[in-house]
């Protein structure tokens, strides 16, 4: 698939300056690039491995000096993080899923597939589901009774979506993920020990030991346009109502979300986040790898949590947290500063006991 | 499916009141629900949503006024919550699996399938594995040599379970979950550097750096009555004996259940918690979102352990722990507010050194 | 698989004494093992378990005593837990996956697979994809287009491999382990909050809320050979070069490996442990369960990393960390402690604020 520098730099809105005829087959580290690949050097620090390349056009950053670099051409984008955007989807060359339904596929008669659509070998579509144009469903993939599927899906190989569950428009469901489980929803006879520790913090009380009851869930997921869910994340069915993932929004790999869960618009779950039932997350939220976050708690507007926090309480529109539990985050590495500095701290406290307790001294 | 408000109560044990003949076909959140439907509205803070939703029954509370919110009929159970059980059971849809043996399943010819069982399309169900009145097998499941499978199993499409696993009545496993993995055990033939950490807490000291060999799994996993586990989850083989989940356990999405692990009785085990080979925990263990649980230690019956909690050593029946590592949960939150106000001790004791040490000066 | 006791000891490399003829058919714990059961006690605590079972063989440690013990052989290894390496390889009765290519495989004609590959029920094979001799590939999994897997590769069943994906020699995938989804990689018009909090460790500024571009990959995964990766597992395709995991590294369950990764030789990761994109690790690291690893740092050879621990910054050669965020860890232990003492050390610098700030006192 060779494209010129002109037709790339066209698709993505950047200045090319050169030999914009020059063609190119794909992109390409600046070190590691062949002399028919563009090179991705966005930053100076390339300039190196550059040379060691032999890349006669590259992807540079918006006032680099290209020729004083050895190449032929050039494309200059004002913000080339963006680009890459457009870029690698110009030249992704895709999984080759094919086209049309597969033989193998097991559709149920009363599921409705649009005619465009791909539908890998031995995957299961079952009763009543709709699958809307342009939809690539890839291999081994189930898609339960009564889903709907919008406009332009595309489902790597292994993806379950359970009964009932409503997607919108330019879905990608990654590799295993999981989407429309049961809520985890158990409850004992009488209160329990863990019902008795959340209102002592601490004290579980008198409460027997008893078995647990299973709380079935009644309602399932509902999915806006634009939202992609990582490999082996699971997203739970609500208990009443659905479970509710805003439009745009992107989960990462190996993420937990909860029954009754409400997220918002445009948020960014980076990989293992947790997020417990009943939780509600605003718009344009982004929480770093591994945070996680407690149930039915309020997670404001445009919060970032860095990596790792664990948020236990809710948190208001706009702030920046970090830590286990959950602080703001200069508050919490003013902290974890102080926390290093303890042990000598506890040595000057000593000293100045001896100092002013001890006979003869100040005491 | 519409039941009266007589058939629910009774089913669930609960006291009706009012035209208890009035029939409805699904259960709402009260601002939601439609004039057939039955509002969940089990806590006064939804008295307001009564209003805006068009249902003429509800679950309410045990002492609720249900005339004066405008009911026509109302279900008042004593414990709200628990009612939530029996309820949503009898009102659960199902996922529409159907009934019989799809004829794309591969079973093998030595398998013994019970002839109530379901099969779901291209499940493969290997040879001498027993499977036991009841069962409803999703979709693209996996059921290895060997495997005891008791009456009423009910696996969620994309479950996996490794040859020799024994599982007993009422199991339900959710999408993906896999159980018999192989267990992650690895030597290196002389001791290694984290072997030698463990011992010194710190120094790895001089070991060489060395490839692994593996330690095969020849355990499998044995499962006891009433347990449910997660999507996506992975429970491993033991190396010798049988890793173990007791009666009752019900496990999250996303948990590691590491080999040799022997869990208990009633156990709740929350979503993306971990737990390390050749740990035992007791019986009624709670566990939070995100804890991990170290290798080789004894938790006791009953521990109930905060989300995100880490524990690394031995816990005694009965404690409620929180942190990392994790300690007593009061002593935990103590050391979290003491934390807080650390920086301003510093100056505090800056202060204190001036005010004793500087000659001739309080300041 | 009955085997004689000089048989097993030759075959692990360790002294055997006694009647080593005896024959045993399978190991066992001590205290469950029946007459003709190989007994694994190989340190000097399970002599009472070896006293409650039936085994007349077992594998013991170096100088033990075995006619003491009242056995019939023994086998008597410098390194037993390195001996479990050979012994369970051995005796392991495997998944039981049967052999040759199942007629309900789906395999693209263009796809070579080795004539003596195993290749389970529904497996679907892409494109191109090459399957290299000694291949078991088990039920449900799914190989993309131009695949390389190398000679003796075992795949579990629900493995998923992406298109372009190379892996080399002797490589193990357990149940559902996903390789070369895409990478979690997005992408504002402008810069973002998270962009700005980088910079400035906790204030996002004035920027707008924005919707994500998607940036594809266009890399996929390198793998090397004698490596595992573990179930429900995940392993993102590079952007532009592959994501790449070294020789010898063994990888447990429920783990992130984010785009870009480079991993080392002979590395052991714990489950559910989390790589962020582009960080690279050295040769030999270990990391406990759940550790977190932020983007783009380095982590040198021979790293060990405490359970839990959530790296935040680069990691030089040889260090042993711990903690959140992880510091040295005699350090974080050191400070673990004293954070324990701290509420009392808040009451020490009252009195001692009370004895010098105090007017007239000395109280």
Chains 1, 2, 3 share one sequence.
Not at 169 to 195: L, M
């Amino acid at each position: 698939m060779p494209f010129t520098i002109a037709q790339i730099a066209d698709a993505i809105g950047a200045k090319a300056e050169g030999d914009t005829a020059l063609a190119v087959t794909a992109v390409a580290e600046p070190a590691d690039a062949r002399s028919d690949q563009l090179a991705m050097a966005t930053n100076p620090k390339y300039t190196k491995d550059l040379s060691e390349g032999q890349a006669q056009a590259a992807v540079l950053w918006a006032d680099a000096d290209w020729r004083d670099l050895g190449l032929k051409a050039a494309i200059l984008p004002q913000r080339p993080r963006f680009a890459m955007a457009g870029l690698t989807r110009m030249m992704d060359p895709g999984q080759g899923f094919g086209s049309g339904i597969h033989p193998s596929a097991v559709i149920d008669p009363t599921a409705q597939v649009h005619p465009d659509a791909t539908v890998g070998p031995n995957t299961v579509i079952g009763p009543r589901a709709t699958i809307a144009e342009g939809a690539v469903i890839g291999p081994l993939c189930f898609i339960g009774a009564d889903v709907v599927l919008g406009p332009n899906a595309y489902l790597r190989e292994h993806v379950s979506i359970g009964a009932r569950v409503r997607i919108g428009a330019n879905f990608i469901g990654q590799p295993g993920a999981r989407i429309g489980g049961d809520g985890f929803s158990f409850v004992t006879p009488e209160p329990s020990g863990a019902e008795a520790v959340r209102e002592t913090l601490g004290d579980q009380g008198a409460t027997d030991a008893q078995s647990y009851a299973r709380i079935h869930s009644l309602g399932a997921v509902r999915i806006g346009d634009d939202v992609e869910i990582g490999a082996s994340t699971t997203i739970d069915n609500g208990t009443v109502r659905d479970t509710v993932i805003g439009a745009g929004t992107k989960i990462d790999n190996l993420t937990q979300i909860g029954h009754n869960v409400v997220i918002g618009r445009d948020c960014l779950i980076c990989a293992q986040s947790g997020i417990a039932g009943s939780t509600t997350l605003g718009n344009n939220v982004v929480l770093g790898g591994q945070t996680g976050i407690t149930d039915n708690i309020f997670v404001g507007d445009r919060v970032i949590a860095g990596g790792g926090s664990k948020v236990l309480t809710n948190i208001p529109a706009g702030r920046v947290v970090l830590g286990y539990p959950a602080t703001k985050m200069d508050t919490q590495i003013e902290a974890y500063k102080a926390l290093r500095r303890l042990p000598r701290l506890m040595r000057d406290v000593q000293t100045l006991q001896k100092a002013v307790f001890k006979p003869g001294s100040n005491d």
